[in-house]
């Protein structure tokens, strides 16, 4: 028996035990690290269970149906006498196993009544963190942060870590001062707490601050860019910046440098950062040139639909931008049979057949010009679109998909009724901005059509003023 780096003891070798604490400073860095280092955790002590349960949890987090096998295997590889390990690990090795049977919701509830009683378990806190993430649970990112805040000394070397997952939970409750100010002090704390720097860059895209986005990515950037999983995501972040700023090709060169470069792997949750920002661009008629089509055959190569519908919807949009309607039509159609065939039981038929279903049809009537249809599906689901996972700036690629089609469809007093309620929360958009000047000028308003335009200037050109103001480029 040996107490890990956070005083909770643990069931293992001290070797065990001290190399799956390097695997747990690895996880909450998001550094590649980790995996080998849970790996050689398990081999200094098959007994070890949390290094076991952490290697498990690994594997889920990737999103992908493929890496089920692999979290199983390494639950099956722990060698722990059972009745011998103490109560939190039996009750980890409980949730892994729960997750690995596909009820990801039932495992990050689980996981948070291990926070509860023990808040200095930064394996817990983390992973079901992530699982709000992918659950789409803003107000469990938030609390079940702030529940375990107390249990944390002031001085300890981990606690800004957990500032900075707090600060993301705060972001996606749309409390960006108390956000910025959180993850700020988080990074102070540790520059290399990306999940911190990311919860600050979502606060600003989400705020309309993306002048001050800009120069924090900029500035943060020997933190972020290398050397983690969160330098793709980041790195949308900044692309997303260069098109509030009307700088395409800017983001398209973050894209092929960042986001799908040739040669990348395979990897889901790197692929969903890809697709939405082509997406983006294919709902404004941007040309992308000849990037759909490796994405597309990446997204093939590794789908299966209805495990985690948020990866379906993204893989839909890349067939359609690549224009294979039917193989789109064939991944809503998996996605029905699930509905009606799956295990009620498992997070994916529930996000499925309440959210993922709708959404990959209505991306597949959008594809084929049905944009009425599009509507149909959509707004009757519009407010429970969180529950699929992903985070408010990520989903907004649905909004956008919503908007156009009511603009397509002709429907010009929904898509006012949409902007209107954008500009309300975001004054800063300069997406927002253009389409009510496209508006205004369908319905014969010169005047508002001008007055539009000229504020997406304004703020447009404030973007590419912090973006020239240095000439280096994440």
Not at 91 to 118: C, F, K, N, P, Q
Not at 225 to 247: E, I, K, M, P, R
Request: hydrophobic share 45%.
């Amino acid at each position: 028996m040996s107490a890990d780096a956070r005083g909770l003891d643990l069931t293992g070798s001290a070797a065990a035990v001290a190399t799956y604490d390097q695997a747990i400073d690895h996880l909450i860095r998001f550094q590649p690290e980790v995996a080998d280092t849970a790996a050689a955790a398990v081999a200094a002590d098959p007994g070890c269970a949390m290094a076991a349960v952490c290697s498990a949890y690994l594997a889920l987090m990737s999103t992908e149906e493929g890496a089920v096998a692999a979290a199983r295997a390494a639950l099956d590889g722990q060698r722990a006498d059972l009745a011998a390990l103490l109560p939190r690990e039996r009750a980890h090795l409980a949730v892994a196993a729960r997750w690995v049977a596909g009820d990801m919701t039932g495992a990050g509830e689980a996981l948070g009544e291990i926070s509860v009683a023990y808040p200095r378990d930064l394996l817990a806190l983390f992973t079901g963190h992530q699982i709000d993430f992918f659950t789409g649970n803003a107000v469990s990112l938030r609390d079940r942060i702030g529940r375990a805040l107390d249990g944390w000394p002031a001085g300890h070397p981990q606690a800004g870590f957990v500032h900075g997952m707090y600060a993301f939970g705060l972001e996606e409750c749309n409390l960006y001062q108390q956000s910025e100010e959180a993850g700020q002090r988080a990074v102070e704390q540790n520059p290399d707490d990306v999940w911190g720097i990311h919860a600050v860059v979502h606060t600003y895209e989400m705020a309309g601050r993306i002048p001050d986005g800009v120069r924090y990515l900029r500035r943060r950037e020997a933190d972020w860019a290398t050397g983690n999983f969160l330098n793709v995501h980041n790195s949308w972040h900044y692309a997303l910046y260069l098109l509030q700023g009307g700088d395409t090709e800017g983001a398209l060169a973050v894209y092929d440098r960042m986001l799908h470069p040739e040669g990348a792997g395979d990897v889901a949750l790197e692929l969903l950062d890809a697709t939405a920002l082509l997406w983006r661009m294919h709902l404004e008629g941007s040309p992308v040139g000849d990037r759909w089509p490796p994405l597309a055959a990446a997204w093939g190569r590794l789908l299966a639909p209805g495990f985690y519908p948020f990866n379906d919807m993204h893989a839909v949009m890349a067939f359609i931008g690549n224009g294979e309607l039917d193989r789109a039509g064939q991944v809503a159609a998996a996605q029905a049979e699930v509905a009606a065939h799956g295990d009620p039981g498992s997070t994916g038929w529930d996000m499925t057949a309440r959210v993922g279903l709708p959404v990959c049809r209505s991306l597949v009537h959008f594809g084929r010009g049905e944009y009425r249809s599009v509507l149909s599906e959509l707004l009757p689901i519009r407010a429970q679109l969180h529950t699929f996972g992903g985070s408010h700036a990520q989903r907004d690629a649905v909004e956008r998909t919503l908007l156009e089609a009511a603009i397509r469809a002709g429907r010009l007093d929904l898509a006012a009724a949409l902007v209107s309620e954008r500009l309300s929360v975001r004054d800063c958009s300069t997406y927002a901005w253009s389409k009510r000047a496209w508006l205004r000028q369908a319905t014969g308003d010169e005047a508002g059509a001008a007055a539009a335009l000229a504020r997406e200037s304004e703020l447009a050109g404030a973007i590419r003023q912090a973006v020239a103001a240095d000439p280096a480029r994440p």
